[in-house]
């Protein structure tokens, strides 16, 4: 079978999109409902810097398709203020929100801080603690755990590794559960940079390959400015159509 692609865009809520994406007298209320006429997916980033409401999930819920799909970027607090270290009770408090997307709620995405260096035990007693059931992934973004090694713990636990591109640290396409997880953050600058479409037809053929043994990829272009993330998104799954 053909893996499914979600394809869409880091956050949808950027002032400066206005007008290169959305209408310029569309309110930024309804925005939500917009951008999921045009993507099937999108991941949450705001939810890394504070917890969103159990009405706020909701309402994301609510407004968007049946089969839209929303992955949700876990809190900083877990990941770069506790270190993986101690953290029953704050993993246990976020699911409790995020679940109120219930069927919608997709991958949740664990992106570890760049000063983290590689310690196999400590990622392998955090993995311990993830409930089952959920789509659990992790974005590494110090070289050292770029490694075959970490690579096997993530597979003993069925949790995905997510495949960056960014500039100055080079990623390999790998996926480690049943699905694929990618994030776009710009080639040549960091979140501005806008991607070639000869770089994401080589993209588009990379992914295809990893495809081949996953029932999902999940996508996302973090490269705000400019609305240059909207524009890759909708390139990219032409390409992968």
Not at 173 to 181: E, H, I, M, R
Request: aromatic share 16%.
């Amino acid at each position: 079978m053909q893996a499914k692609y979600y394809i869409g865009t880091s956050g949808w809520v950027y002032p400066h999109w206005r007008e290169v994406f959305y209408p310029p007298k569309l309110a930024q209320s309804k925005w939500l409902e917009f951008y999921t006429r045009h993507f099937p997916t999108v991941e949450l980033n705001n939810s890394f810097y504070h917890l969103p409401s159990e009405k706020a999930f909701e309402n994301w819920r609510d407004t968007s398709p049946d089969d839209f799909v929303y992955a949700v970027k876990v809190s900083r607090f877990i990941t770069h203020i506790k270190r993986l270290k101690n953290v029953e009770e704050p993993i246990e408090t976020f699911l409790l929100r995020a679940r109120h997307l219930q069927e919608k709620l997709g991958p949740l995405l664990f992106q570890l801080p760049p000063n983290m260096h590689r310690n196999d035990e400590r990622l392998d007693a955090f993995l311990s603690l993830l409930p089952r059931g959920l789509r659990h992934v992790v974005e590494f973004r110090h070289e050292s755990w770029l490694d075959e090694g970490v690579f096997e713990i993530l597979r003993r636990h069925s949790v995905g590794f997510c495949v960056f591109d960014m500039p100055g640290l080079a990623c390999p396409l790998v996926a480690t559960a049943d699905f694929g997880y990618i994030r776009f953050h710009g080639s040549t600058g960091l979140y501005w940079s806008c991607y070639s479409d000869d770089e994401l037809e080589d993209w588009a053929r990379r992914i295809s390959g990893l495809a081949r043994d996953l029932d999902t990829v999940y996508i996302y272009f973090n490269n705000d400015a400019e609305g240059f993330a909207v524009q890759n998104a909708r390139t990219l799954s032409q390409r992968l159509a």
